[in-house]
């Protein structure tokens, strides 16, 4: 090989990374083109007005930045709009589709990504994408075992905390054996969420975390022939602690809120939330007592991450991008943090971040009863989905109540 030769073929090699991220910003500019205009009917739970107050935030960014309207469209339940979009494709509608985007993980993922409802891969090609922490939060990569593949976003962590007022519970119970021991003491002073509702079943799945010997199982999908034997100390657990629950397990507050105004009005002394900040920031809010702290299990508690996905038949794609890149801003995700608006965990590298932007979130008052990121203990993976919608069912059959 001559030597130009060479020289060329090292200049060839030296340029050939900067091409994707050439090709990435002029389709970039086509994407903010075509999506200035629009309005986005973003489809997510609505039961808490902070996280409605921060999506309406979000919009106003959008429409400043972008021009980009935003419409939340509030869910009781991420299976009313899943339920749309198979409607949608039941009818043969391939384009315009009501939902343009949508909060969504676990077996509504699943779902929708098997039965092709989902447009993508689009999420490695947004320009804030390589702002994730795909390697320190392998939950940005996996929703409940199943690998995203580029067709779901990440905007948010999660991680399982128990919530209780300390100036009624000294010593909280840390261990499986002693929330049982400290329920059985205190009765109607714990309940939790009535499953299908998705903390509820969270609930179920770390009682079965801390019962089963070897909870690997759990990633995998569910062995009809093997499940009544895992779960059967599962259910014989819920049978000892039901008539020592809040109203002696007759009945059951509907989500997350109920149980945290239940934790408020001090009917229950003990909660729990998959948002490690929500007692911070309902503190902050005035909600709730400024003696409320919270803890974790010993050996960890289940963690995960709160995802936006595309539609296949979405009427504005192009703004439904611009929209899951702003939620990965480092200024939107450092106000998400904020304890005083949601307390969300950043999924973020903050390492990686320029010094301006690690600057936010180094300035954020996590507050009163957040725990420090270091003492959070293990995030536990998420079970395959398919757990999700098995163990639901069951105690629907058990233990069902009428709201």
């Known amino acids: 090989m001559q030597r130009r030769d060479f020289g060329r073929l090292l ?40 996280i409605n107050a921060f999506l309406e935030w ?33 009818a043969g509608i391939v384009t315009g589709g009501a939902v343009d985007l949508v909060w969504i993980n676990g077996e509504n993922f699943a779902a929708m ?34 690998p995203t593949e580029g067709f779901e976003s990440p905007w948010a962590m999660a991680q399982l905390v128990f919530e209780y007022d300390a100036a ?12 049982e021991q400290w329920i059985t003491d205190n009765p109607g002073r714990f309940t939790y969420p009535q499953p299908p509702d998705y903390l509820g079943v969270t609930f179920l799945k770390q009682l079965l975390y801390g019962l089963m010997k070897d909870a690997s199982v759990l990633q995998s999908p569910v062995d009809e022939a093997a499940y009544p034997a895992l779960t059967a100390p599962l259910w014989a657990l ?10 002696s397990g007759r009945a059951f507050p509907a989500n997350e809120p109920a149980l945290g105004q239940l934790l408020a009005d001090g009917e229950v002394f003990i909660g729990f939330s998959f948002n490690p900040g ?34 296949f038949n979405a009427a504005h794609r192009a703004g439904a991008e611009v929209i899951a890149n702003l939620l990965l801003e480092p200024e939107v995700q450092a106000r998400a943090q904020d304890p005083a608006v949601l307390g969300f965990q950043t999924v973020l590298d903050l390492a990686a971040l320029p010094p301006e932007d ?3 979130f180094d300035a954020l008052d996590l507050g009163l009863a957040t725990l420090p990121p270091d003492q959070l203990g293990p995030a536990l993976l998420e079970s395959h989905a398919s757990w999700t919608t098995r163990l639901a069912a069951d105690w629907t059959r058990r233990f069902g109540v009428a709201q």
Request: no cysteine.
């Open 168 to 179: 009624r519970v000294k010593v909280p119970p840390q261990t499986l054996v002693a929330f």
């Open 278 to 311: 929500r007692a911070s920031a309902e503190i902050a809010a005035g909600n709730l007592a400024r003696t409320v702290r919270t803890f974790t299990l010993t050996g960890g508690t289940i963690g995960n991450a709160s995802f936006v996905a595309i539609p």
């Open 358 to 360: 690690r600057a936010r």
């Open 113 to 146: 990504k098997q039965a092709g409802l989902l447009y993508g891969p689009f999420a490695q090609g947004l320009p804030n994408w390589p702002l994730v922490d795909t390697a320190g939060k392998p939950a940005t990569m996996t929703d409940f075992t199943l």
């Open 238 to 247: 819920l049978d000892r602690i039901h008539p020592a629950l809040w109203r």
């Open 11 to 50: 200049s060839g090699l030296a340029l050939t990374p900067l091409l994707p991220r050439r090709a990435r910003a002029a389709g970039w500019e086509a994407t903010l083109d075509e999506a200035r205009g629009q309005t986005v009917y973003f489809h997510a739970w609505g039961g808490d007005p902070k």
């Open 58 to 90: 979000v919009g106003g960014q959008a429409q400043d930045r972008y021009g980009v309207g935003l419409v939340q469209v509030k869910l009781a339940a991420t299976t009313d709009a899943v339920a749309r979009v198979q409607a949608e494709q039941a």
